[in-house]
């Protein structure tokens, strides 16, 4: 859900990546059926937000060796 600010429509997916199972697509998608709109989407942010996670995920992967 957001509006002018972004926000994890899920506790367990915040600030990270998840697998796409079965269990975590249909998780996901059950949350965001139950999404209301709220005056406006500002997606530059939430777009900007994820990138910066992939960014994240990224580098600590390199990091990692992986």
């Known amino acids: 859900m957001f509006s ?3 926000h994890y429509v899920d506790d367990c997916f915040n600030d990270t990546l998840m ?3 079965v269990d975590n697509v ?6 965001i ?3 209301e709109a709220q005056k ?7 777009l900007t937000r994820a990138f910066e996670l992939f960014r994240k995920v990224s580098e ?5 060796g992986v």
């Open 4 to 6: 002018d600010e972004p």
């Open 19 to 21: 697998p796409a199972s």
């Open 26 to 31: 249909k998780r996901i998608q059950s949350k």
């Open 33 to 35: 059926d139950a999404l």
């Open 40 to 46: 406006f989407a500002n997606f530059e942010k939430a």
């Open 60 to 64: 600590t992967m390199k990091h990692a």
